[in-house]
């Protein structure tokens, strides 16, 4: 494929409507470490970024989710565009720890939901009458809220949270892979080795149509 500068090439332009399809189907099952070392090779970003009160922007330690990515990688594919990084505002961004026993109005701001924040867990558990878990739903509600800027209070994501719990399945898309397959009982014995030859048959595909120049 020639590529002309000023041009930005479509990649998948390279196979037919039925390789895109199987493509895009493959890619679901890359893990992790495939689909970053793909993203880096070619500037995708997938580590979150956040703008602290000083003005400096500050790469954490926080990466997006696999749905998200692979939404980047796809877009890629189309467009030649790698996308902009996940970027949490200043103004929800604190330097300082949340307080011990903080109200149902306090804020969450960013990072301030963790296990290590035992004041901010305990207020959530009151304010669901125990029914609140520290697990998936949570984390990724929580990121949810931050990458759109807000910073909701504890009563707002503790409703929130409810309200997420009760449709856990929306979390379950066709990035998982695994749990897809699980829930439509496609998960047998050899789903490892089924794995490893979609995400390789993925890898072999990118290499050919977005060849790395370093």
């Known amino acids: 494929m020639l590529w002309y500068p000023g041009l930005v090439p479509n990649l998948l332009s390279q196979l037919t409507k039925d390789e895109q399809a ?14 970053r070392g793909f ?3 070619r500037g995708i970003p ?25 939404a980047r990688v796809r877009h890629y594919l189309a467009t030649g565009d790698v996308g902009h990084p996940t970027c949490i505002p200043a103004e929800i961004v604190r330097e300082d720890n949340p307080p011990e026993k903080p109200s149902m109005l306090e804020r969450l701001y960013y990072r301030w939901y963790s296990k290590e924040h035992t004041g901010i867990i305990r207020s959530l558990h009151e304010l669901t ?9 949570a984390r990724v509600l929580a990121m949810e809220f931050w990458t759109r800027g807000e910073a909701p209070t504890l009563e707002e994501f503790a409703r929130a949270w409810t309200r997420a719990k009760a449709d ?13 397959d699980l829930q439509h009982k496609r998960a047998g014995g050899e ?9 390789q048959s ?10 790395f120049q370093a």
């Open 129 to 137: 009458e125990g029914r609140f878990q520290d697990g998936a739903v």
């Open 202 to 211: 993925a890898l072999q595909t990118l290499a050919r149509i977005a060849r």
């Open 22 to 35: 199987q493509l895009f189907e493959e890619l679901n099952y890359m893990n992790l470490q495939e689909i």
């Open 168 to 180: 856990e399945r929306r979390l379950l898309t066709p990035e998982y892979a695994y749990l897809t």
């Open 46 to 70: 997938y580590k979150i970024m956040a703008r602290y009160p000083n003005g400096k922007l500050k790469i954490t330690k926080d990466t997006d989710r696999k749905p998200i990515v692979l």
């Open 39 to 41: 993203c880096s090779d």
């Open 191 to 199: 789903w490892k080795k089924l794995r490893k030859a979609k995400a």
